[in-house]
């Protein structure tokens, strides 16, 4: 049997704190057919965050060069930051048959659904508002001012789920990441995507 493969470019998008990282960082150790797509952000780093690994994190000046340069497949504001994916970034990892992880916020989500319609789209749900504003304290990565904004920030998010192809909703995290991971097996399947010949 021989098999060729299309790459897929996969969207995750949802409130912040709703767990997209936690689940896809799972997918990413479990599958060496998936790779992240490293976002640039104006935003500075976290502690525990690497330049590079989690994002390229750059000035206001850089970024706006890259607007300039059309080096982005999209970017968006997001709580008042800017966020972009590079198209290099996407480009050579589906080049060489990788399924490119995007993690973006809806604005950015609806751009690459509109210029890659074949992408697959999947929205994390929290349980309530009170898990997620649980999550995003317990997280411990923000001050309460930023923890305030993106709840607020979350309505908004949650109400464009229905533009996804599908939905998760996070509560028990195993039953999360399966639901996740069972998504991408059968789209992988897609014969669109997947062309055995039967030797
Ligand atoms: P996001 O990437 O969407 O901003 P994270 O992956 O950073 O969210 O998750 C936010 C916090 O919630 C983290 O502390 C993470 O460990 C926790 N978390 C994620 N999923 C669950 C879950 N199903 N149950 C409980 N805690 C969770
Ligand atoms: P955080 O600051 O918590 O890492 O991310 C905040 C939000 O920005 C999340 O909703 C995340 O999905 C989104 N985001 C991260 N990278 C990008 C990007 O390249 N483009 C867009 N549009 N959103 C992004």
């Given at each position: 049997?021989?098999?060729?493969?299309?790459?897929?470019?996969?969207v995750i998008?949802?409130?912040?704190?709703?767990?997209?990282?936690?689940?896809?960082?799972?997918?990413?150790?479990?599958?060496?057919?998936?790779?992240?797509?490293?976002?640039?952000?104006?935003?500075?780093?976290?502690?525990?965050?690497?330049?590079?690994?989690?994002?390229?994190?750059?000035?206001?000046?850089?970024?706006?060069?890259?607007?300039?340069?059309?080096?982005?497949?999209?970017?968006?504001?997001?709580?008042?930051?800017?966020?972009?994916?590079?198209?290099?970034?996407?480009?050579?990892?589906?080049?060489?048959?990788?399924?490119?992880?995007?993690?973006?916020?809806?604005?950015?989500?609806?751009?690459?659904?509109?210029s890659c319609?074949?992408?697959?789209?999947i929205f994390?749900?929290?349980?309530?508002?009170?898990?997620?504003?649980?999550?995003?304290?317990?997280?411990?990565?923000?001050?309460?001012?930023?923890?305030?904004?993106?709840?607020?920030?979350?309505?908004?998010?949650?109400?464009?789920?229905?533009?996804?192809?599908?939905?998760?909703?996070?509560?028990?995290?195993?039953?999360?990441?399966?639901?996740?991971?069972?998504?991408?097996?059968?789209?992988?399947?897609?014969?669109?995507?997947?062309?055995?010949?039967?030797?």
């Amino acid at each position: 049997m021989r098999e060729e493969r299309k790459s897929m470019l996969i969207v995750i998008s949802g409130p912040s704190g709703v767990g997209k990282g936690t689940i896809y960082n799972k997918l990413l150790d479990n599958d060496p057919s998936l790779t992240f797509s490293v976002s640039v952000t104006t935003r500075g780093p976290r502690p525990g965050e690497t330049d590079g690994i989690d994002y390229f994190f750059i000035s206001d000046e850089e970024y706006q060069k890259l607007v300039a340069e059309n080096a982005f497949l999209e970017h968006a504001t997001v709580h008042g930051h800017s966020y972009g994916t590079l198209k290099s970034q996407v480009e050579e990892k589906m080049e060489k048959g990788l399924n490119v992880v995007l993690d973006i916020d809806p604005q950015g989500a609806r751009s690459v659904m509109a210029s890659c319609p074949e992408c697959v789209s999947i929205f994390l749900l929290p349980p309530s508002y009170e898990t997620l504003r649980q999550r995003l304290y317990g997280r411990n990565t923000d001050d309460p001012k930023e923890i305030e904004r993106r709840l607020g920030n979350a309505r908004g998010e949650i109400e464009q789920a229905h533009l996804y192809q599908y939905v998760v909703v996070n509560d028990n995290l195993e039953l999360a990441y399966d639901q996740v991971s069972a998504i991408i097996t059968a789209e992988k399947q897609r014969t669109n995507r997947f062309f055995p010949v039967v030797e």
